[in-house]
């Protein structure tokens, strides 16, 4: 090809571009509405998918439900903590007791301050006994709690953790079309979402907490109950300790609860709000089988945050749609 | 030869492009897809994730992580006793001469008026009651140094129980998993992450927050003290004095409990297993390729990319119970003086 005919082509061809590009320019904005809104949808994607790892993440304690409510904590890391209140409270026991025992024979006269004070030495006796006893207390509650709750799973807790993992579910699908539709739609049921299973995993690694926390304070619950002063101190630590490692038994009882109720639901009402239920119900089982607090606030509370999120989720997307 | 070829048609369809959006631009027609590319896949995720998440990150490792650091000393620390002497000294000036006035009275009871036997044993009793209240008054600063030592003492004690180091371990790791968490949602959408990196702030500071309450209370029950031991005599204001003294004693020895509570958790941390521990990792949550992933940089340079449910759960009970400890206190051990 010589130099013109080169020349020549060039120029058709930046012509031909020119055209191309001129109309191009133009059809760009029908294009770029369809990509816009597919790149819309890709984000949307991104923070579903990223949404569904989170709660898979927290969802994993679905799993390790049947292990966290039918065990307690080992005796031995609860022992040395007794052990080290017992040191504490020995003194002072021992020192009641002398003084008891002086005042019974030198200083008491009157037949009923003599009587009184044998009394209370009889007391401090037995609460003697039982501070000692206070681990073998302990592991008692334990292999009780540990054998009412292997006994009561069995009888189909798996279907109460199966609607509770339906229920998780039922509200990250909820979450995912409500973000499909608007970017931002689904956040307030995400957020109530991830707070409740946070809430679960809090609640039940608690739970051990609690229960090792009021085990090592036993003996002290036993020391206070002895005297009428700080009588029900212990009376309130012996209690604690009571009901935190029997918790699981009112979760326990709750989830074979949910399990019989999904499967007697008349198929007209839709699953996902008993699913719902259920979740909320398991949550406040143990304030209401076990009368921890007030759960009738408690129930206040969760009627507060059911009705609430529907509400502004509603708003969102009604805001966005009339726009 | 072909790989030539391709990259001149790549430049070609690139130049056609860039042509195209000038021509587009100048025709007053905005693109919008190009804006929502940057804006929702690229720039502002970008900047939630360096200009947020980092800084945040960077934070946690200075002041933010403080109470991690120095957990033990903060839980130890007590207002200074000297504080209330002034307070003291105001409050003695006023009750000197009023309980000369009153011991000279009964003294001239006793003496001179009084001629039943009950009278004079209830006026004996009241002189008795008045000389100790007097005594304690007096001792109050000390009374207050004793009974900070023995807290203080009781709270080292049951810090000795487990170590530390794994104490620490859990609480720094709370607050960097909550982090790790709310990086991973805030990236394609800030309000994804709200709810985790309120968490994060709430970790940071709630806990100093309850424990400068309760320095500031038991600072004002100091200089209340010397005033309950007063009241707790007398049988007509008893009921107040006993709730000054009360609360006194509830909220110092609270930093036992706290001790306590942390020791529980450390505990219940080492023996407690789950049946699954999923992880959650910093890295790869980019999805455009490239740009990948600067923060997982920021999170491996400092050794903390990933988080697994259980440091998480018990990193957040670790805190959490900082601040339930006051209330259980406060319910549990309210009304134990006679």
């Known amino acids: ?323 | 030869m072909r790989k030539k070829k391709f990259m001149n048609l790549m430049t070609l369809a690139l130049v056609i492009t860039l042509l195209m959006i000038v021509t587009a631009e100048a025709k007053g027609i905005k693109l919008e897809s190009l804006e929502i590319l940057l804006e929702s896949l690229i720039i502002k995720p970008l900047i939630r994730g360096l200009v947020i998440a980092a800084p945040i990150g960077y934070w946690l490792t200075q002041d933010g992580t403080s109470f991690v650091k120095n957990f033990n000393r903060v839980i130890l620390y007590n207002p200074p006793t000297e504080g209330i002497l002034p307070f003291l000294n105001i409050l003695l000036k006023i009750l000197f001469p009023v309980y000369s006035l009153l011991i000279v009275s009964i003294g001239f009871y006793l003496l001179l008026y009084s001629s039943s036997p009950e009278g004079r044993a209830n006026a004996k009793s009241l002189l008795s009651k008045l000389i100790i209240t007097l005594v304690l008054i007096s001792l109050s600063s000390r009374l207050i140094w004793l009974i900070f030592s023995i807290s203080g003492y009781l709270t080292d004690s049951i810090f000795s129980l487990t170590s530390l180091e794994l104490i620490r371990e859990i609480l720094n790791g709370g607050i960097w998993g909550m982090l790790i968490l709310s990086t991973w949602l805030m990236i394609p959408d800030i309000e994804l992450g709200a709810v985790s990196l309120m968490l994060v702030y709430v970790f940071a500071w709630l806990p100093y927050m309850v424990i400068s309450l309760r320095n500031i209370i038991l600072t004002a029950l100091m200089i209340l003290f010397p005033l309950g031991i007063l009241l707790y005599f007398i049988p007509e204001l008893k009921s107040i004095g006993k709730t000054i003294l009360e609360q006194f004693l509830i909220w110092t020895f609270i930093q036992a409990f706290m001790a306590l509570a942390l020791v529980s958790v450390a505990k219940a941390f080492s023996v407690t297993t789950l049946v699954s521990n999923p992880e959650i990792t910093c890295l790869n949550i980019f999805p455009v390729p490239g740009i990948n992933n600067m923060l997982a940089w920021f999170f491996t340079s400092i050794d903390l990319g990933t988080t697994n449910l259980m440091t998480l759960g018990f990193g957040a009970v670790a805190h959490f119970s900082i601040i339930l400890v006051p209330i259980v206190m406060v319910l549990l051990f309210k009304k134990f003086l006679p």
Not at chain 1, 207 to 217: A, E, K, S, T, Y
Request: net charge positive; proline share 4%; hydrophobic share 60%.
């Open chain 1, 1 to 323: 090809m010589d130099k013109k005919s080169r020349i020549f082509t060039l120029l058709v061809v930046i012509l031909l571009l020119s055209t191309l590009v001129n109309a191009g320019g133009a059809l760009l904005g029908i294009i770029d509405v369809a990509i816009k809104e597919g790149l819309k949808l890709v984000a949307k994607g991104w923070i579903v998918s990223t949404g569904w790892q989170v709660i898979d993440f927290y969802e994993k304690i679905f799993d390790s439900f049947p292990l966290l409510l039918t065990t307690n904590p080992p005796m031995s890391e609860i022992t040395s903590g007794m052990f080290f209140f017992i040191k504490i409270i020995a003194p002072f026991y021992i020192l009641a007791i002398v003084i008891l025992a002086l005042y019974i024979l030198m200083a008491s006269s009157s037949m009923r301050g003599r009587a009184k004070a044998k009394s209370m030495l009889t007391n401090l006796i037995i609460g003697l006994v039982l501070i000692s006893l206070s681990p073998g207390v302990l592991k008692v509650f334990f292999i009780i709690s540990e054998n009412l709750a292997n006994a009561l799973i069995s009888m189909g807790a798996n279907a109460g953790i199966s609607a509770l993992k339906g229920a998780s579910s039922g509200l990250y699908w909820k979450f995912s079309k409500l973000t499909l539709i608007h970017r931002t739609g689904g956040i307030e049921l995400f957020a109530i979402h991830t707070t409740l299973l946070f809430g679960l995993t809090i609640m039940l690694l608690l739970r051990h907490v609690m229960v090792i926390l009021f085990g090592m304070l036993l003996p002290l619950a036993f020391f206070l109950y002895l005297f009428y002063p700080t009588k029900h101190i212990g009376k309130g630590l012996f209690m604690q300790t009571f009901l935190w490692t029997f918790m699981p038994i009112a979760w326990i009882l709750a989830l074979v609860i949910i399990g019989t109720v999904i499967g007697s639901i008349p198929s007209y009402i839709p699953e996902f709000y008993i699913l719902i239920a259920a979740l909320f119900f398991f949550i406040g089982s143990p304030m209401m089988i076990l009368g921890v607090g007030d759960w009738l606030a408690f129930l206040v509370f969760l009627f507060e945050v059911l009705q609430a999120a529907p509400l502004s989720i509603g708003a969102v997307v009604i805001d966005e749609t009339m726009k």
